[in-house]
């Protein structure tokens, strides 16, 4: 069974780079409680046609891993915040477990199309959400 430093490892070689998480990411994400949560993606393209490449083929792989779209839309302007707060586009996933994310970035035929991810985006934040139990 690997220990945390190789699943660590094994993380990070799918993509290191500025828009993936870093190692203090990984580790806090693998400590979380294996439960579901939902991902707030916001990008800032720098090539559309990249980004719609990978889409093509990390769609049905999130899809088949049960996580689902809650929403998708583009961004019509900041309201309140500062000028560069915006995004070209937001997606909103609802995973079914951080398990199943992690099995997304261990997959290496995701290592192989996340390049295209890499092409596409210019400025990427992703945000992770506990869902809260009604009370």
Known sequence: MPGIHDTLDLLQATDDGALAPSRDQWAQHLQAEDEAFVVVNL??????????????????????????????????????GGE??????????????RSAWTALWSDPAYAEIRPLFN?????????????????
């Open 119 to 135: 092409d596409g985006v210019a400025r990427y934040r992703c945000l992770a959400f506990n869902e809260l139990q009604p009370r």
């Open 43 to 80: 990008l800032n393209l720098a090539d559309a046609r990249a980004l719609n490449a990978y889409a093509e083929h990390a769609v049905p792989m999130v899809q088949a891993l049960g996580a689902e779209l809650i929403y998708m839309g583009r961004g019509a302007g900041v309201l309140i």
């Open 84 to 97: 560069g707060d915006g995004c070209d586009v937001v997606s909103v996933w609802r995973w079914p477990s």
